[in-house]
């Protein structure tokens, strides 16, 4: 076998294109509302929407003081959303990336220590 024909290592960088972004599914707790363990799969089957992270935005040139171009996207990338779970296109080398429309983002979820609440 000759050294050219050995597959070669990649790693894979997504770069939204549009009014898109691209969004990792964060696993919520097991455990359903009542207290019952959920087998993997039956949490996201009972929601009507999933709990995400921006993991990229759609940008747009490049700007002298961001290497990366402007984000055009109105989301910021590491915010946390609500997204219906059966929005945006599965990516297809990990189950856990989706590229969403940004119109199809429901809400923006902040998250606060409990001790910061009142």
Not at 1 to 7: C, G, R
Not at 37 to 54: D, N, Q, S
Not at 59 to 87: Q, Y
Request: hydrophobic share 40%; glycine share 8%; charged share 35%.
């Amino acid at each position: 076998m000759d050294m050219d024909d050995k597959p070669r290592k990649v790693v894979r960088h997504i770069q939204p294109m549009g009014p898109r972004v691209l969004v990792r599914v964060l696993k919520d707790e097991e455990r359903h509302e009542s207290g019952l363990f959920l087998p993997p799969g039956a949490r996201e089957k009972l929601a009507e929407a999933l709990y995400g992270e921006i993991v990229e935005v759609a940008r747009a040139g490049v700007g002298a003081d961001e290497e990366l171009g402007v984000n055009v996207s109105g989301v910021p990338c590491g915010a946390r959303i609500l997204f219906p779970k059966d929005e945006g296109t599965r990516v297809p080398w990990d189950d856990s990336l989706r590229l969403l429309e940004v119109a199809r983002v429901l809400a923006v979820v902040e998250e606060v220590p409990l001790e910061e609440t009142h």
